[in-house]
């Protein structure tokens, strides 16, 4: 029975694998976001450069300023800068 159908299509099996080929057809993948992931990303990675800078440049740029204005010593001055850095921290 297989040899009678093969005959009457004339198909061979192995010209079934390169039929299957012909038929599929590439598409090209749908970014769900419309490609705006990458922008994201850096924007990210830029904000929270930035951010780290200031944070842990603080100490170094508003210290003398803050011990001349508040007549506090360093200790006490040191902690507003522990909680700036314990905060940024704690939010993640």
């Not at 944070?55 to 803050?66: H, N, R, V």
């Amino acid at each position: 029975m297989t040899t009678e159908r093969n005959n009457e299509n004339n198909n061979s099996l192995l010209d079934e694998p390169n039929e299957h080929r012909r038929k599929t057809v590439k598409r090209r993948a749908i970014v769900p976001d419309g490609g705006w992931g990458w922008v994201i990303v850096f924007s990210s990675f830029m904000i929270h450069f930035i951010m780290d800078g200031i944070t842990y440049s603080m100490g170094d740029i508003y210290l003398e300023p803050m011990l001349s204005s508040l007549k506090l010593n360093r200790g006490y001055v040191s902690i507003i800068f522990a909680f700036l850095e314990s905060i940024t921290l704690a939010a993640g």
